[in-house]
């Protein structure tokens, strides 16, 4: 059974198989491999709401965590959780959202044009929790 203090290390996985799923999709579709492309973008999608269900549910049991790294560090953790931050919430939810629902009406040229902003910040938003996970629980854990 997984208890809340494992919540972070499997929304670190999550991220990661978000960003597998993100790249695997994104050389299917080069490839006109459109049902293995829809498959990993559902997967990308699912992986990113269960993230989204675990990290609710850390910081409603447990609060914020704290960062312990001193120095130059300190504002290079802080630049990476903002940016994280202020994509993931009110910028990438709203434009998977769209992106697929366009996907799904079969507006496929509307898709494409907002999945070409989409993918990055995705991936963007997916590398930098793996990266907040880094730092926060291994590299600079609390005292």
């Given amino acids: 059974m997984i208890s809340v203090t494992d919540l972070p290390a499997l929304n670190a996985s ?14 299917f579709i080069r490839r006109r491999m459109i049902t293995q492309h829809k ?5 990308a999608t699912l992986a990113s709401a269960v993230f989204l269900v675990s990290y609710l549910v850390y910081h409603y049991y447990h609060g914020a965590s704290r960062f312990s790294g001193q120095g130059w560090i300190r504002p290079v953790y802080f630049f990476i959780l903002i940016s994280h931050t202020l ?20 507006e496929f040229a509307k898709h494409k044009k907002l999945a070409r902003w989409t993918l990055p ?19 600079y854990p609390a005292r």
């Fill in 14 to 27: 999550l991220n990661g198989t978000t960003a597998i799923f993100l790249l695997m999709g994104f050389a």
């Fill in 39 to 43: 498959i990993c973008m559902m997967l």
């Fill in 87 to 106: 994509l993931a919430a009110p910028v990438l939810a709203p434009m998977v959202i769209i992106t697929l629902k366009r996907a799904w009406s079969a």
């Fill in 121 to 139: 910040i995705w991936l963007y938003v997916s590398i930098t929790g793996l990266l907040v996970y880094g730092m926060l629980y291994h590299l």
